[in-house]
């Protein structure tokens, strides 16, 4: 089967939240997040998808599982929604073991698709470490262009970070 057609979108659970702590917390994986979205244990994850829940459920969010075939492989969400002017940032990551197989570009499409006939969202943002070259690529891959970077955006531990950030009209 094709990965366009093993990818797929879940909406996220409770039971998902081992799944969700045990790639967030890979060496990999949070090099390019800001640390406050990096759970401290189980319980403090648990906590955060409970919220990313509820945020969903009042219309506030999307919180996806990316699935390739049956196998929990990464997780994918809409954030900052923002109905008056129709606008929402975009964050995605992957189990290390599935990378560089197409799957976020195609889980991205999907989302994209999502966005737009779904929360009728018109314009997406999405904010990347500016070393993080597999990810500018799968945007650019998706039509996002970038907007320039955003100096000294996060303070983390004493020093300030960039981010890049990216647009794309739905
Ligand atoms: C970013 C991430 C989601 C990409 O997932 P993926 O499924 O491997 O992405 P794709 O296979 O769809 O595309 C990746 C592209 O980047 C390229 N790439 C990967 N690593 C690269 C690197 N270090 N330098 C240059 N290009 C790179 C791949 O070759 C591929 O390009 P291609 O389609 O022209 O071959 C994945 O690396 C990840 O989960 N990283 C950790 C979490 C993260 O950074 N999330 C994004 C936060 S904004």
Redesign the pocket.
């Given at each position: 089967m094709s990965t366009q057609k093993k990818v797929s979108l879940k909406v996220a659970t409770m039971d998902d939240s081992e799944f969700v702590y045990s790639i967030m917390t890979s060496k990999?994986?949070k090099q390019?997040?800001p640390l406050n979205l990096i759970a401290t244990n189980l319980e403090d994850q648990k906590r955060k998808l409970r919220h990313l829940i509820a945020q969903m459920q009042n219309g506030n969010g999307a919180y996806f599982i990316i699935l390739f075939g049956k196998e929990k492989v990464?997780i994918l969400d809409l954030y900052k929604i923002d109905r008056k002017n129709k606008r929402a940032a975009i964050?995605?990551?992957?189990d290390k073991n599935?990378?560089?197989?197409?799957?976020?570009?195609t889980a991205l499409k999907k989302a994209l698709l999502y966005a737009k006939e779904k929360e009728k969202i018109h314009a997406l943002s999405?904010?990347?470490?500016p070393k993080?070259?597999?990810?500018q690529?799968?945007l650019k891959?998706s039509g996002f262009k970038k907007v320039g970077t955003l100096k000294d955006y996060d303070f983390e531990n004493g020093k300030y970070k960039d981010q890049a950030l990216y647009w794309k009209i739905l």
């Open positions: 990999e994986y390019y997040f990464g964050g995605y990551g992957l599935y990378w560089g197989k197409g799957i976020a570009t999405a904010y990347v470490h993080n070259t597999a990810s690529k799968v891959k």
